[in-house]
């Protein structure tokens, strides 16, 4: 079972960056769709972003245009670089495959944004 481990949250301020990375424990090589996802406090979680294998890229229209995800096969690991970071941002950030089942979901990175 691949488990992934997501790194790279903090507090920023409104309008500041983040750059979210998620080392998975095993090859995503093979893994066609990878996605981060949010979840706010009293929320359902949401899918922010995914990308295909081919690097075909989609974005929920909250972040459209302010987030970029990427990915490195090689290293096992996604990126989630996030700019111009909003007050409806914070929440804690998992990144998981997209195809079901689901991987176990790891502790998630949290994300704070101070006005």
């Known amino acids: 079972q691949v488990q992934p481990v997501e790194s790279g949250g903090g507090v920023v301020q409104a309008g500041g960056s983040l750059r979210l990375s998620c080392a998975a424990s095993?090859?995503?090589?093979?893994?066609?769709?990878m996605a981060w996802y949010r979840q706010a406090p009293g929320k359902q979680r949401e899918l922010v972003a995914r990308?295909?294998?081919?690097?075909?890229?989609n974005y929920a229209n909250s972040v459209k245009g302010r987030c970029t995800i990427s990915r490195d096969d090689a290293k096992n690991t996604v990126y989630l670089q996030m700019n111009s970071l909003k007050p409806h941002d914070p929440a804690v950030y998992y990144c998981n495959k997209v195809s079901p089942p689901p991987w176990s979901w790891g502790q998630g990175t949290q994300v704070t944004v101070s006005s």
């Open positions: 990308i295909t294998s081919s690097g075909i890229t």
């Open positions: 095993g090859s995503i090589f093979s893994v066609n769709y």
